[in-house]
């Protein structure tokens, strides 16, 4: 089982739809999780973490799910500016590595 | 707000040469890394770096590739004698040390091999 897995979409959606994208994680002792964002050709920019049950920050909500091994993000609201590849990050207990997700892809359309 | 700051934007060299890839990580962060990424690819790691030394390193990390903190700012990966397979965009990240903080990454250094 890979470290951590992505449905790598893409997901289209409309302009104002709502989307979630889970993320599956086989390391049980991992502790923290982040979402990062990464637009093409660009470096990965930290949008969330989450290390409890949850985080919210304006249209973005993050769940952590510890019994399921699986974290999701949800987008209210989505705007074109949205459009970008989700990262679903879980890092080693000891902070010597972290894996990355293959990533989400979301298109939000007009 | 703080950032970690990558030279060159992009580097082309000829395969068989040496390259230095530069960062220069937050200065109170305690951990840094190497990742890379081949176009339309995963983020793959390469090396990880605390208290001067190597934590831990891939398979991809081989003899000829190599990391430096010589200063205590700059953060340098060197690669001896690159291979095509080599071309990548090439991120630095640095962490400060608590279970939430998140890894912030440089703007990465494209390498082209040709």
């Known amino acids: 089982r890979k470290e951590v897995e992505q449905d790598p979409g893409p997901f289209n959606v409309p302009e104002g739809a709502t989307v979630a994208f889970n993320c599956t994680y086989s390391?049980?002792?991992?502790?923290?999780f982040f979402w990062y964002r990464q637009d093409c050709r660009k470096e990965p920019k930290l949008l969330m973490s989450?290390?409890?049950s949850g985080n919210e920050d304006g249209r973005f909500t993050a769940q952590l799910n510890r019994a399921s091994q699986y974290i999701s993000l949800l987008i209210r609201d989505s705007k074109l500016s949205d459009s970008a590849t989700y990262l679903c990050?879980?890092?080693?207990?000891?902070?010597?590595?972290?894996?990355f997700g293959s990533g989400t892809k979301l298109n939000v359309k007009p | 707000e703080p950032e970690v700051t990558q030279t060159p934007s992009h580097q082309v060299t000829q395969m068989g040469q040496e390259v230095i890839l530069r960062c220069v990580p937050i200065?109170?962060?305690?951990?840094f890394y190497w990742y890379r990424q081949i176009l339309g690819q995963k983020v793959e790691f390469l090396v990880s770096?605390?208290?001067?030394?190597?934590?831990?390193k891939s398979e991809i990390f081989d003899d000829q590739f190599s990391v430096e903190r010589p200063d205590g700012s700059n953060f340098t990966l060197k690669i001896r004698s690159t291979k095509l397979e080599d071309s990548a965009m090439y991120f630095c990240?640095?962490?400060?040390?608590?279970?939430?903080?998140?890894?912030?990454f440089g703007s990465g250094t494209r390498l082209t091999v040709v």
């Open positions: 770096f605390y208290n001067n030394e190597i934590s831990e």
């Open positions: 989450v290390y409890s």
């Open positions: 200065s109170n962060h305690l951990y």
């Open positions: 990050v879980v890092p080693r207990y000891n902070f010597n590595k972290f894996y």
């Open positions: 990240a640095s962490k400060w040390g608590r279970q939430e903080d998140g890894y912030t």
């Open positions: 390391n049980s002792a991992s502790q923290s």
